[in-house]
């Protein structure tokens, strides 16, 4: 994997860089709750982006686009203020800054992509002192988020780099799937919550306990 040619290394930011102290229950109730009394909407919010987007068709037959759109609005401020509570009580993963600065100085761009908001990607990444990163692409800067390829096909572009040589690195099954879908090469990492074989399944090309084996593999370094 040494001789692997990488140009740009995209990480998602929870799970694989940091864990974040989410409350994905707190979230789904919120949501319910607000769709239930406001829009007479009974829905269970998993996932929630996508079930947000559901949302939004039924309001919009129902009452119309701009009350749908205001909905959404409402809702994405629901998701953001949990996002931005997260960071009480996160942890930095083993090695995180290590393993972006072990890049970085090896002349090897490197970039966050998440389906988090940027306010609460950008405030991770200061308060636990990650990156500098060439790139950060938070949910608000595409159309579609993760699974989608958009996200990876957006950080290739800036950088004109052929998606081959691109790196995504991520805990999560939606990781592979994006990167897979661009024709990044991709790495998963056991340090959140899905397994070894739900990483494969979305395509995954390797599969790393840690930070610390993606950077031995593919940079011949020991953290």
Same mark, same amino acid.
């Given at each position: 994997?040494?001789?692997?040619?990488? !140009?740009?290394?995209?990480?998602?930011?929870?799970? =694989?860089?940091?864990?974040? &102290? %989410? &409350?994905?229950?707190?979230?789904?109730? !919120?949501?319910?709750? /607000? @769709?239930?009394?406001?829009?007479?909407?009974?829905? %269970?919010?998993?996932?929630? +982006?996508?079930?947000?987007?559901?949302?939004?068709?039924?309001?919009?037959?129902?009452?119309?686009?701009?009350?749908?759109? =205001?909905?959404?609005?409402?809702?994405?401020?629901?998701?953001?203020? &949990?996002?931005?509570?997260? *960071?009480?009580?996160?942890? $930095?993963?083993?090695?995180?800054?290590?393993?972006?600065?072990?890049?970085?100085?090896?002349?090897?761009?490197?970039?966050?992509?998440?389906?988090?908001?940027?306010? =609460?990607?950008?405030?991770?990444?200061?308060? @636990?002192?990650?990156?500098?990163?060439?790139?950060?692409?938070?949910? !608000?800067?595409?159309? $579609?988020?993760?699974?989608?390829?958009?996200?990876?096909? $957006?950080?290739?572009?800036?950088?004109?780099?052929?998606?081959?040589?691109?790196?995504?690195?991520?805990?999560?099954? @939606?990781?592979?799937?994006?990167?897979?879908?661009?024709?990044? *090469?991709?790495?998963?990492? *056991?340090?959140?919550?899905?397994?070894?074989?739900?990483?494969?399944?979305?395509?995954?090309? /390797?599969?790393?306990?840690?930070?610390?084996? +993606?950077? $031995?593999?593919? *940079?011949?370094?020991?953290?």
């Amino acid at each position: 994997m040494e001789n692997q040619v990488i !140009e740009l290394v995209l990480f998602d930011l929870d799970g =694989a860089l940091l864990t974040l &102290n %989410f &409350n994905a229950e707190k979230t789904r109730s !919120e949501l319910h709750d /607000y @769709y239930r009394s406001e829009h007479g909407l009974d829905l %269970f919010f998993k996932p929630v +982006l996508q079930r947000i987007d559901g949302a939004e068709r039924l309001i919009e037959e129902r009452k119309g686009m701009a009350e749908a759109r =205001a909905a959404t609005a409402r809702a994405l401020e629901i998701l953001r203020k &949990n996002e931005v509570e997260a *960071l009480v009580g996160a942890r $930095l993963l083993p090695k995180a800054c290590e393993a972006v600065s072990a890049f970085r100085e090896k002349g090897i761009r490197v970039g966050v992509f998440s389906r988090t908001t940027r306010s =609460a990607v950008e405030a991770a990444i200061e308060t @636990y002192g990650l990156g500098p990163f060439d790139t950060v692409i938070s949910r !608000e800067d595409t159309a $579609l988020t993760k699974p989608s390829p958009e996200p990876v096909q $957006l950080a290739i572009s800036q950088f004109k780099t052929k998606p081959e040589e691109c790196l995504v690195v991520g805990d999560h099954p @939606y990781d592979m799937l994006s990167g897979k879908r661009a024709g990044a *090469l991709t790495a998963g990492v *056991l340090t959140g919550l899905a397994g070894k074989k739900d990483l494969l399944d979305a395509g995954a090309d /390797y599969i790393f306990d840690d930070l610390r084996g +993606l950077v $031995l593999a593919f *940079l011949g370094v020991k953290l």
